[in-house]
């Protein structure tokens, strides 16, 4: 069975369940090349004497509705959501004084988040309605993305794969200038099994990925 990366995201459970109950293989495609292999998982399953007793002998459907049952706990925990945090969802999280538990982003992420605090800086406005514009130092840039991006995992396209995302990107209307670095942000999500994209950049997203978009709030 093969199934592609979109659809992998898309519908994980259909997928998957073949591999559970039926011990098929699923190949994994993205551009059309195979990347990765769904195979079965046996874990060990530890039968107790009063278990024994209650399922009468360990026959053969005994032996598997334990294992079936064993692998239903694996098939929730590998399916929980993972958010796709882009640089706008990390600037509103800094500014409001909060930092995501779980997640993942690119590491470019953390270059242009210094970029914009040091060079431009954040303009919003205060409680008093009043226009601020603050600038960090490259210390404190340093120090403060050490602490937001603590919990969240660093996820990277390869270089072929940026590569072919320039080449998709030259087939869609409006991803020119800075909104590439938005749309390497969409394909990295696909293609590292995010859930959903938390973004301000909602109108943007949309023209790229089909994955559910979320405004950035406080955990």
């Known amino acids: ?33 195979p990347v990765a292999r769904i195979v079965p ?3 060990t399953v530890t039968v107790s004497p009063s278990q024994a007793r209650e399922r009468g002998t360990l026959d053969d459907d005994s032996i598997l509705a334990a294992v079936i049952e064993a692998r239903e706990g694996e098939l929730d925990r590998l399916v929980a959501p993972v958010k796709y945090y882009d640089t706008s ?15 993942m982003t690119r590491s470019h992420t953390v270059a242009e988040w210094i970029s914009i605090q040091t ?26 993305v050490q602490r937001l991006f ?10 072929p794969q940026t590569l072919e995302a320039a080449v998709l990107a030259s087939t869609r209307d409006g991803i020119r200038g800075s909104n590439f670095h938005d ?14 994209i938390v973004t301000l950049n909602m109108a943007d997203f949309r023209k790229m990925t089909n994955l559910p978009l979320e405004h950035p709030l406080q955990p």
């Open 119 to 144: 060079g431009r800086g954040l303009v919003y406005r205060d409680l008093d309605g009043q226009l601020v514009k603050r600038n960090l130092s490259p210390a404190d840039a340093a120090r403060e």
């Open 183 to 196: 749309f390497l942000h969409a394909r990295t999500a696909e293609a590292f099994g995010a859930t959903s």
């Open 150 to 159: 603590a919990h969240l995992v660093f996820r990277d396209l390869s270089g």
């Open 1 to 33: 069975m093969r199934a592609t990366l979109s659809q992998l995201h898309r519908e994980t459970r259909r997928i998957v369940r073949p591999v559970i109950h039926g011990g098929e293989e699923v190949v994994i495609t993205d551009f059309g090349k």
């Open 89 to 103: 969802a990390l600037l509103r999280a800094w500014k409001e004084g909060w930092m995501p538990i779980e997640g």
């Open 41 to 43: 998982y046996l874990p």
